[in-house]
T-cell receptor, first 114, second 109 residues
Framework: DAGVTQSPTHLIKTRGQQVTLRCSPI?????VSWYQQVLGQGPQFIFQ???????GRGNFPDRFSARQFPNYSSELNVNALLLGDSALYLC?????????????FGPGTRLTVL | KNEVEQSPQNLTAQEGEFITINCSYS?????LHWLQQHPGGGIVSLFM???GKKKHGRLIATINIQEKHSSLHITASHPRDSAVYIC???????????FGTGTRLQVFP
C-alpha cells in the first residue's frame, strides 16, 4: 500500500502569486489534515477535512483554503502569497479523523516565496 | 505562553545514554502524540497516549493527566535516534493537534 503522497516536493513562487498543494491519503483513510511548519518551529494546524467536509480550521487568514475530493485526496490553496508563507506544508492522513487516531504524515511540500 | 511546551530545546548525548524529553500542556486533551521528524521534514508518529505508559522497542512514553505532563524516554540511545522529537496535544474541545516546538536530539558515537 502506498503511504501518504504530496506534490510537488518543492515549489518556488513570488509574492502575490497563488499556489495549489496536493495530498493523497492512505487508501481507506477518510480524513486529511494540513499543517504549516515554519523553519525552527513546530507545525501549526491549518485545516482538517473529513468526508469532504471541513471539520476544523486553524488561525490562518482567508487566503488559505482547502477542499477534499470524493476519492479523499485534498488540495490546499494559498492566494496572494506573502514572504511569511514560506514553510514546509505537511499533510496527514487520518483513518476517521478522531483526535485519538494516529496521524500518518506525508513528506511535505517545501514552499519558498521570494 | 505556548499551550504545549517542550524541554529541552536541544539535547546532545553519547551513544548508549538514557534520554528524557519532557512535554507540558495547559489545555484539556483527549490524547497526546509523540512524533519524530528527521532532516528533510518527514514525520513519523511514535506514540499516541491518553493515559499511563507505552513502550515500543527502546522508546517509552508516559503521561500524567493530573499534572498535564508527558515524557519520552530513549534507552541505550544510538546515533540513528538523532532527530527532532515533537509532542502534540489533541485538544479536547476542538479536536485539533497543538504542537510543541520540538526537541532537537543529537546522539554521537
Amino acid at each position: 500500500d502506498a503511504g501518504v503522497t504530496q506534490s510537488p516536493t518543492h515549489l518556488i513562487k513570488t509574492r502575490g502569486q497563488q499556489v495549489t498543494l496536493r495530498c493523497s491519503p492512505i487508501s481507506g483513510h477518510k480524513s486529511v489534515s494540513w499543517y504549516q511548519q515554519v523553519l525552527g518551529q513546530g507545525p501549526q494546524f491549518i485545516f482538517q477535512y473529513y468526508e469532504k467536509e471541513e471539520r476544523g480550521r486553524g488561525n490562518f487568514p482567508d487566503r488559505f483554503s482547502a477542499r477534499q475530493f470524493p476519492n479523499y485526496s485534498s488540495e490546499l490553496n494559498v492566494n496572494a502569497l506573502l514572504l511569511g508563507d514560506s514553510a514546509l506544508y505537511l499533510c496527514a492522513s487520518i483513518p476517521v479523523g478522531a483526535s485519538t487516531d494516529t496521524q500518518y504524515f506525508g513528506p511535505g511540500t517545501r514552499l519558498t516565496v521570494l | 505562553k505556548n499551550e504545549v511546551e517542550q524541554s529541552p530545546q536541544n539535547l546532545t548525548a553519547q551513544e548508549g545514554e538514557f534520554i528524557t524529553i519532557n512535554c507540558s500542556y495547559s489545555v484539556g486533551i483527549s490524547a497526546l502524540h509523540w512524533l519524530q521528524q528527521h532532516p528533510g521534514g518527514g514525520i513519523v508518529s511514535l506514540f499516541m497516549l491518553s493515559s499511563g505508559k507505552k513502550k515500543h522497542g527502546r522508546l517509552i512514553a508516559t503521561i500524567n493527566i493530573q499534572e498535564k505532563h508527558s515524557s519520552l524516554h530513549i534507552t541505550a540511545s544510538h546515533p540513528r535516534d538523532s532527530a527532532v522529537y515533537i509532542c502534540a496535544a489533541a485538544s479536547y474541545n476542538t479536536d485539533k493537534l497543538i504542537f510543541g516546538t520540538g526537541t532537537r536530539l543529537q546522539v554521537f558515537p
